[in-house]
């Protein structure tokens, strides 16, 4: 379920709007014009993404669209929202210089759009629930998005048509992706920010995207509070709602509640809930009441812990730290910081991002922790490396981690894994390129990869330069 309109969020809003005041240019366009003619991807502003086709090792094709495919379709959506609106605002053959202060008018028609569009497909809520539905896709579990109703500002939308039978098998056969469901909706929102914030360093984009992330933290931590401290109030007035249809019932309520509660019950047995209100099917939905008082300090400690996805340089206008001349080259250098739910317990990840003249990086510092472990990853990846053929770019990739065993929050022990990645990039058109990529992975949790065990696939997508 993705709740968008709580009531604690109203106050973050108006902060957000002055904050965003303050948050430097948001035009859509960079410094200079690009040059029509090359295929230097780094000079666009507007890069749109589309992964066409996803297939694993085992020759299976993944259920449509995956996590990188809604992903990539909902940060595009925006920035050409965002690009319109910017036009109307202010035609670009009028703007006097590409690069300037955001106006409280733009702001605000930034953000309209966005509540607007947070609702419909294929915008923030969308995306949220198709995350939340390739998990339960990766087992064969039937699903819907409720966003497809059209219910336009809406509370909260629901991924409905979920059988009780499905979601006791997965709890009894695959208890880690239980925990994960419950929170791959964060998991989205997160990759969202993250997206947007590389195109903004690596590739000069703006479009107004601080207005849509300082939008999707403050709903999130605003989302993690509600189910920290008002979750009973909010599932009993859902459960009194709901009749005995099944098929009407969201999979699961407050998210963070039954992430919590599957967390610290890996093996409880998913009908050991009860029977729903109604008398007809399992009582799905959990709230305060449903949770031991550990279980309930674990889940505030969490909200509070979700501030932590502030800590983003951009969403003050600071997009990146000039480190002047080293060894010949220009260098950038810029960081954020993430809170994730995760199956094992919770990870914070700290983005580094740096540009040294031709040679974009960019790295993340994870730590993993669950109830006794605190675990190290590393990832390390090259942007967009340029070849001298074809005018082609590569993008090689790579992980190491210690995560807990099996996903466990309980467990003792960790366990090492692993992931690397390939990506060629070949243009078409000065204008578009088409990609080709590989990745494999040993078992471990990756965010935006719906496989928990090991996994090897290749992709087809394109990449188009707009405005």
């Known amino acids: 379920m993705k709740r968008i309109f709580g009531v604690l969020t109203t106050h973050f ?15 859509a366009a960079p410094a200079e014009a690009p040059d029509p003619t090359t295929t230097d991807f780094s000079a666009s502003n507007l890069q749109l993404e589309l992964p066409l086709f996803d297939a694993r090792v085992n020759g299976s094709v993944g259920a449509w669209p995956g996590m990188q495919q809604s992903l990539m379709i909902t940060k595009g959506t925006y ?14 053959g009028q703007r006097r210089s590409p690069v300037r202060k955001a106006t409280l008018k733009q702001i605000g028609l930034l953000l309209l759009a966005d509540v607007v569009l947070t609702s419909l497909p294929p915008g923030d809520a969308w995306m949220h629930e198709e995350w939340h539905r390739a998990v339960m896709s990766r087992r064969d579990i039937d699903s819907y998005n409720g966003v497809y109703d059209f219910e336009i500002f809406a509370e909260a939308i629901p991924v409905r048509k979920v059988r009780d039978e499905d979601l006791v098998r997965l709890k009894r056969d695959h208890p880690a992706e239980m925990v994960r469901l419950s929170s791959a909706g964060f998991e989205a929102q997160l990759s969202l920010n993250l997206e947007f914030d590389k195109d903004r360093f690596y590739r000069g984009t703006q479009a107004g995207a601080v207005v849509t992330q300082w939008w999707e933290t403050v709903n999130l931590v605003g989302y993690m509070l509600t189910a920290a401290y008002d ?13 005995v249809d099944v098929a009407d019932r969201d999979f699961t309520g407050l998210d963070p509640v039954g992430w919590v509660y599957d967390l610290h019950r890996p093996d409880e047995p998913y009908e050991a809930r009860g029977v729903h209100p109604s008398g007809v099917g399992v009582d799905r939905y959990r709230s305060e009441s449903d949770l031991t008082p550990e279980e309930l300090s674990y889940l505030r400690t969490q ?20 480190l002047g001349p080293r060894g010949g080259r220009h260098v950038r250098f810029n960081a954020s910081a993430q809170h994730l739910l995760a199956p094992f317990g919770y990870s914070i990840r700290l983005n580094l991002f740096l540009s040294a003249g031709h040679v974009d990086w960019f790295s993340q510092l994870h730590c993993h922790v669950s109830d006794s472990l605190v675990l190290p990853e590393l990832t390390l990846d090259l942007v967009r490396y340029p070849l001298p053929v074809l005018g082609a770019s590569v993008s090689p990739g790579a992980r190491l981690w210690i995560q807990p065993e099996e996903q466990r929050f309980f467990v003792k022990s960790g366990a090492w894994g692993g992931a690397a990645r390939l990506r060629l990039n070949i243009p078409l058109r000065p204008w578009v390129e088409v990609y080709l990529e590989g990745s494999v992975k040993t078992d471990g949790w990756i965010a935006g990869d719906v496989f928990l065990g090991e996994s090897s696939n290749a992709s087809i997508g394109m990449e188009a330069l707009m405005f």
Do not use: C, K, M
Not at 79 to 92: K, Q
């Open 303 to 322: 909200a509070w812990l979700s501030l932590l996805n502030f800590a983003d340089p951009t969403l003050f206008g600071l997009y990146g730290l000039h």
């Open 79 to 92: 920035y050409l929202v965002h690009a319109g609106v910017l036009e109307i605002i202010e035609p670009s």
């Open 13 to 27: 809003r108006a902060l957000a709007i002055l904050i965003a005041l303050q948050a430097g240019p948001v035009a």
């Open 231 to 243: 979750s009973d109030d909010v599932t009993e007035e859902v459960s009194r709602e709901e009749g």
